[in-house]
């Protein structure tokens, strides 16, 4: 791609002026491969060549050195392999990171951050849901509940989880809370109404399995699995970007969703993106189960 777009630039008009820059800051920096093949125009033919730098200078001396195979060792047969379906994306995606992180246990070093940054607020209103969801009174879902016993439903949870996300501390996190606790309400309103005109179903809520692979097993958790007593549909809470595009490539790319509904034998897949105003599910589901959504 840089061959055809150095091509056309070069064809781009009877004389062409290539420059580079030599530095930036106190770093030097190494002209183009492609332009160190251009012929050099005549007034910097006439100026001396520079020596060689260090690093051109020890990269001519450098000689290779094969290095004997050392694999890394394989896992023994019926071990749990850590990652659940993040391995396999990350398999398809990246080996490399993979590797890294699920045999030799690399992370990133965190990015400072605020109090609450947006993967903590994910995980609080994942959080929150599950607190909900897991009471019995919740499993028809949201919209058959009377709005004063959802709210106190919602204010025992959410008391819950902002206790461990914004301990009370100071005056900056009490008022975080509340300004937290006020988005999360609208967005608990908003699931209610959505479980109002999608019923009769039943849901569970941060449920784990183990499941087998091949050889690989693994330990996943689904957000959210509703039976819709002729079929069930597993549904993953996104507060972030996603997209249930990947799925419908050649190669899998992000397998989490595809995975959970394989081995529920669920009969849908979708992302719900719980989002203000109105959150949206974005998948693949048997329209008999979603009509007007499949």
């Known amino acids: 791609l840089a061959r055809r777009r150095f091509a056309g630039l070069a064809a781009a008009a009877p004389e062409v002026v290539w420059s580079w820059p030599a530095r930036r800051a106190d770093e030097e920096l190494a002209m183009s491969p492609l332009l160190a093949a251009l012929p050099a125009s005549p007034a910097e033919a006439l100026e001396p060549v520079p020596p060689l730098r260090d690093r051109d200078q020890v990269a001519a001396s450098a000689t290779p050195d094969l290095d004997v195979a050392d694999p890394p060792p394989p896992v023994a ?15 398809s995606e990246c080996p490399a990171r993979a590797f890294l992180e699920f045999r030799l246990h690399a992370r990133e070093l965190p990015t400072p951050a605020g109090p609450l940054n947006g993967l903590m607020r994910g995980n609080v209103v994942h959080d929150v849901l599950a ?49 937290e606790t006020a988005r999360l309400w609208r967005l608990v309103e908003a699931l209610a109404r959505q479980d109002a005109t999608r019923g009769p179903f039943t849901v569970q809520s941060e449920t784990g399995r183990e499941v087998a692979l091949g050889p690989l097993k693994l330990k996943i958790r689904l957000d959210r699995l509703e039976d819709h007593g002729d079929g069930r549909i597993v549904m993953d809470y996104k507060t972030g970007q996603a997209s249930a595009g990947p799925w419908r490539r050649f190669r899998l790319g992000e397998c989490q969703l595809p995975l959970y509904a394989v081995t529920a034998s669920a009969r849908g897949a979708a992302i719900y993106h719980l989002q203000l105003p109105e959150p949206e599910l974005e998948g693949v589901v048997d329209s008999a189960l979603l009509p007007g959504e499949g």
């Open 77 to 91: 047969a019926g071990t749990v392999v850590p990652g659940g379906a993040r391995l396999l994306s990350l398999q």
């Open 131 to 179: 607190e909900i969801y897991r009471l019995p009174e919740s499993h028809q879902g949201l919209g058959g509940l009377a709005p004063d016993r959802l709210q106190e439903l919602f204010e025992v949870a959410t008391t819950t989880v902002l206790a461990r996300y914004l301990p009370r501390r100071d005056g900056g996190s009490l008022r975080l809370r509340s300004l």
